[in-house]
């Protein structure tokens, strides 16, 4: 019988708490113990544990945020921070510790390995997509979902006032939730970093690209969909330059946080409900320095440092077709 920690890290992510339900339903039923330290990295330090039972997840899988709470922690990239989360996991005699976060969280979970002898597991945990060694993150679904509900009704408004609408979405330095919102909400252009490497070159096509659609495909309102820290000086400065120099009313609206909160989606609540148990099942067979994920359907699982040192690549034909449906050069053609 083991204790297995958990805690949840970095951004939250829509399925946290359903991932937290797996891992204390299953653990419960091979007879582990399971404890939850609050507020990320930070639990660890600080030695802030709750003990987690079946009864305290119940009704928790249809939950957004965390009930462990999360926060980023600077401490923990610290000698000291780190030497305290090691003293606490051997004080509460951990033998295993399952991370459930991103990028950042599982890098802090790699260097952890390096100084720890107990198990370490990750487990994907965060709207932006941005892991290998998993299709698909906890959260990322549900983000887009509410990213597209918010550009709907931007539509409405945009069409009513035959406006430019430059709408900007989360995934830290990753499209992954740019271009899946703007395929969905049928946005006429998509603005990700995949997509462009030096956004001041970019301004002019930009501004043929909107030209074009308004004059030659008669398009009333038009809904430009952009990541974040993509563009110098953010939307708002982007929609500024381009009414001065298109002569439409362009508006900039800021998503942010409201894509990390609300109930997650089936997908979410599923695959959390998935890698939770896996993570416990891998847990039971010893393995450790890894990072829980699904790939085509089949659970899997990859070393920590693979999955977050190269870039992640986006979906090479939604990537395509993006850009083929709104083809500026096409409809230069159809303008002669
Ligand atoms: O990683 C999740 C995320 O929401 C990113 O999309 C975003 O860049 C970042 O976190 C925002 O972080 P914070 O909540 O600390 O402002």
Known sequence: KKTIAVITSGGDAPGMNACIRAIVLTANRFGHQVIGFKHGYNGLIENEKVLLSPFDVQHTIQLGGTILKSARCLAFTTDKGLIAAVENLNKNEVDALVVIGGDGSLRGLDRLQKHWDGQVIGVPGTIDNDLNGTDNTIGYQTAIDTALDSIDKLRDTADAFERIFLVEVMGRHAGFIALASAVASGAEQALFPESIDDPHTELESIVQHVEC??????????????????????????????????????????????????????????????????????????????????????????????????????DPYLVKIQQNLFDVVQCLNLSK
């Not at 067979?285 to 659970?299: A, D, K």
């Open 213 to 314: 659609l308004r004059q030659v495909k008669g398009k009333s309102s038009i809904i430009m969909v952009i990541a974040e820290h993509l563009w110098p000086g953010g939307v708002s400065d982007l929609a500024e330059t381009l009414t001065n120099q298109i002569g439409i009313e362009c508006r900039p609206c800021i998503l942010g946080h409201i894509q990390r909160g609300g109930a997650p989606v089936a997908y979410d609540r599923i695959l959390a409900t998935k890698l939770g148990s896996y993570a416990v099942e891998i847990i039971n067979e010893g393995q450790s320095g890894v990072m829980v994920g699904e790939i085509n359907n089949r659970q899997c699982a990859h070393k920590l440092n693979y999955v977050y040192s190269e870039q992640k690549e986006l």
